[in-house]
């Protein structure tokens, strides 16, 4: 029965209409419960509608067969943020004194990540997980040699202004969040002026000379070169689709050309 409700396309449309709405509406309940923490009406709600999904991966399972659920990245995802959400509610049965476990369950933001099964739902939101894809894999290089870059600059930096300035870099992980934010453009004076701060003059030029260099080659052109890149790589969806709509069109005038050679040929022998 299930399987033959699935093969229908207006089944499959009315589903994801109804949990589109309950996703709404938890939306709405975890809002108000941050003004209504402990409310048994709003705790029940959120309760029930985190069953309905568990129902709704259990009859997509048996409607979709086992092999055909899986074979649906959208069905990963949404287990995947269902389970997470369940984990929030395993809290209630872990005993008070077991405090490492309360730590971690207590994060009951978790139950948030249903909200992110909303994504399903935006028009053309495969062609924007595609261009994104696409952006990592263009930048995957590009950005491991920016961090080695910036890994390099950091242990040049930690040797140069640990003692004089520890707050940024007084190790190589401190001084690599403060070359990476310098690469960002956060701190681009603060950093420098701190490092400079009381030395002599001639110091204090050097200083600025080495981090206006560092900014100029990792905040602006580094960074703008990684950004190009994702743009283009984003983009690359409407190129694919204009270069083809040309080859079709100059396949259609090539055709039209030849016709009207052979009609000329034929009136002309």
């Known amino acids: 029965m299930l399987k033959e409700l699935f093969k229908s396309e207006t089944f499959r449309k009315r589903l994801?209409?109804?949990?589109?709405?309950?996703i709404l509406l938890?939306?709405?309940?975890m809002v108000l419960q941050c003004y209504y923490p402990g409310d048994a009406v709003l705790q029940w709600l959120d309760t029930t509608i985190l069953v309905i999904f568990l129902i709704e991966?259990?009859?997509k399972i048996m409607g979709l067969t086992w092999r055909g659920y899986w074979s649906d990245s959208w069905n990963w995802f949404d287990f995947g943020v269902?389970?997470?959400?369940?984990?929030?509610?395993?809290?209630?049965?872990i005993p008070t004194g077991e405090s490492m476990l309360n730590a971690i369950f207590t994060l009951r933001v978790f139950r948030g990540f249903r909200f992110f099964r909303i994504l399903k739902f935006i028009p053309n939101i495969d062609s924007i997980m595609n261009g994104c894809r696409r952006a990592v894999t263009s930048t995957s290089v590009i950005i491991l040699a920016f961090m080695i870059t910036?890994?390099?600059w950091s242990i040049i930096s930690c040797n140069l202004f640990g003692s004089v300035a520890p707050e940024y870099f007084k190790d190589p992980l401190t001084s690599f969040y403060s070359i990476f934010r310098l690469f960002t453009v956060e701190g681009w004076y603060d950093i420098p002026n701190a490092v400079a701060f009381g030395q002599p003059v001639w110091y204090q030029t050097i200083v600025k000379l080495f981090f206006s260099v560092l900014l100029f080659l990792g905040g602006i052109?580094?960074?703008?070169?990684?950004?190009?890149?994702?743009?283009?790589a984003m983009a690359s969806d409407n190129n694919d689709e204009i270069m083809s709509r040309l080859k079709e069109m100059e396949a259609k005038i090539n055709l039209l050309l030849e016709k009207q050679a052979d009609s000329n040929d034929k009136e002309n022998p």
């Open 82 to 93: 269902t389970m997470i959400a369940l984990g929030a509610y395993l809290q209630s049965f």
């Open 57 to 59: 991966i259990v009859v």
């Open 221 to 232: 052109i580094g960074m703008s070169f990684i950004n190009s890149i994702i743009i283009d």
């Open 150 to 152: 910036a890994f390099i």
């Open 16 to 22: 994801d209409y109804f949990i589109l709405a309950l």
């Open 26 to 29: 938890n939306a709405v309940v």
